[in-house]
């Protein structure tokens, strides 16, 4: 009995530490999520601006730039996947993945081929594992990403869907990140980057003609369409790197959260479970002390007699 007590404390001392690790890691997740946050606040005022002032040079010019003109027929496109570089953060990355194989099965159905580019060490494991081609991957910055990676990852991908598809290049760019919406709930999304999708209720409205007057383009629409889209595809990106990785620090605070839950009710039913073997070797202690003194008494009965 006294060996089952024992693996009773052991189990309940190992429990006890990685409630431990798992305590510290939801502190540590949920300190860096506010950081997240305003990082992600600090991005949308330029990212909106951005895309306000490339919708005003694009409606407002009859340039046909190849960064904003739809292909006739598209063949080609590419899909940027963010996922996590660590793990322990629930379905995080799991959920991503889902919706870019939604996307990927969607394009392909509409008959075009798809190159992958994969941000986060998951998504390159996940690909890799089943022996998926990868144009190209990022890893080692999700979870505090830098402007400097966005334009790191926004490159490859302009220079494709610069290029024409008989050249390896792609008609359309598309990307698949988490959204972040509060603490408790964030979103695997996808959505087209280019080409630029135009404010077309805008034209319909007529707010167009009332818009146009007040734009002079220099040197001309289309070398400002070339300074600005770079711009835009990174601020786009950047803005997706931060809500993932936002989205990231919540999921794992939440799965840290679950587990240090799970750890303290395994605790509390180990500790029972030791408290029944503890009060089990104690009475049987205590018979073995009451028949051995019965044994006593009735030996010295009979060597009276």
Do not use: C
């Not at 990022?138 to 790191?152: I, N």
């Amino acid at each position: 009995m006294g060996a089952q007590l024992r693996v009773y404390k052991r189990r309940i001392q190992a429990v006890t530490a990685t409630k431990k690790i798992t305590k510290a890691m939801e502190m540590i997740a949920a300190s860096r999520i506010v950081k997240a946050q305003r990082k992600v606040a600090a991005s949308m005022p330029y990212a909106t601006e951005l895309t306000r002032a490339v919708t005003a040079v694009a409606t407002g010019s009859s340039t046909n730039h190849p960064l904003t003109t739809e292909a006739e027929s598209p063949a080609r496109a590419a899909v940027l996947l963010l996922t996590s570089d660590r793990g322990l953060a629930g379905g995080y990355s799991s959920n991503a993945i889902k919706a870019a194989e939604r996307l990927r099965e969607r394009l392909a159905a509409e008959g075009k081929e798809v190159d992958t580019y994969i941000v986060g060490r998951k998504g390159v494991a996940y690909y890799g594992f089943r022996e998926r081609k990868v144009t190209e991957s990022w890893t080692g910055f999700t979870d505090s990403p830098e402007y400097s990676d966005a334009k790191k990852i926004a490159g490859p991908l302009i220079e494709a869907i610069e290029k024409d598809t008989a050249e390896g290049g792609v008609d359309e760019l598309h990307i698949v990140f988490t959204e972040f919406v509060s603490m408790m709930t964030q979103n695997a999304i996808d959505g087209r980057m280019l080409p630029l999708s135009l404010d077309k209720d805008a034209e319909e409205d007529g707010k167009k003609d009332e818009v146009l007057p007040l734009f002079d383009f220099e040197p001309s629409a289309e070398d400002v369409l070339d300074a600005l889209l770079p711009r835009y595809v990174e601020s786009r990106i950047y803005n997706a790197l931060l809500q993932a990785a936002a989205s990231e620090h919540a999921a794992r605070r939440r799965a840290m959260k679950s587990a240090t839950d799970n750890a303290g009710d395994l605790i509390k039913s180990l500790s029972r479970l030791a408290n029944a073997a503890r009060q089990a070797e104690i009475t049987q202690e205590i018979s073995e002390i009451v028949g051995g003194a019965s044994a006593l008494a009735d030996a010295s009965a009979g060597s009276d007699k």
